[in-house]
T-cell receptor, first 115, second 113 residues
């Protein structure tokens, strides 16, 4: 069964810093990996989707990398801003059998960017 | 605007009173699913549907029902809610089941007294 670990669980940084969020997963047979952000009590907003054949994806100040063979992904945030404060979730998607697929959620990294 | 909508967003009810949480998507997605999110446990899948009239259990299906009569709608039904179903619920959809980007609804916060 897939397990996802996100380190650190919480992170507090001053505005303007570059930072890296780490994610590891136990089953490397994944189709893709998606990073989401979640604001308190709200829904999940998709940030980046990396297909299993890709090594990285970039969107604005965000860059996500994927090393499928070692079961690792990182989310890099450049020049952090207070608006980046949220919980970030790493979610690999794998095959669960009988033609179905399953997302496995990490518990997230709670990021606070201090003005 | 492409989106997944859920209603209601907030609901307080009492034990045993049947309720339905609606989910609708306007992206012509085949795959839809329901999750619950509880502190310290992350998101867990309740049910999913790979297409119209095709539904299956996720990791925590007990106490829930779903139906998929139309492609755009995937309601979650609690026939006899209990306090342990107090949670934050999310509906999600994707074009197909595998390899596609998942889109999530805004969530429904349910409290069962």
């Amino acid at each position: 069964k897939q397990e996802v670990t996100q380190i650190p669980a919480a992170l507090s940084v001053p505005e303007g810093e570059n930072l890296v969020l780490n994610c590891s997963f136990t089953d490397s047979a994944i189709y893709n990996l998606q990073w989401f952000r979640q604001d308190p009590g709200k829904g999940l907003t998709s940030l980046l989707l990396i297909q299993s054949s890709q090594r990285e994806q970039t969107s604005g100040r965000l860059n996500a990398s994927l090393d499928k063979s070692s079961g690792r992904s990182t989310l890099y945030i450049a020049a952090s801003q207070p608006g980046d404060s949220a919980t970030y979730l790493c979610v690999p998607q794998g095959y669960s059998g009988a033609g179905s697929y399953q997302l496995t959620f990490g518990k997230g990294t709670k990021l606070s960017v201090i003005p | 605007e492409a989106q997944v909508t859920q209603n209601p967003r907030y609901l307080i009810t009492v034990t045993g009173k049947k309720l339905t949480v609606t989910c609708s998507q306007n992206m012509n997605h085949e795959y839809m699913s329901w999750y619950r999110q509880d502190p310290g446990l992350g998101l867990r899948q309740i049910y999913y549907s790979m297409n119209v009239e095709v539904t299956d259990k996720g990791d925590v299906p007990e106490g829930y029902k779903v139906s998929r009569k139309e492609k755009r709608n995937f309601p979650l039904i609690l026939e006899s809610p209990s306090p342990n179903q107090t949670s934050l619920y999310f509906c999600a959809s994707s074009l197909a089941a595998g390899g596609d980007e998942q889109f999530f609804g805004p969530g429904t916060r349910l409290t069962v007294l």
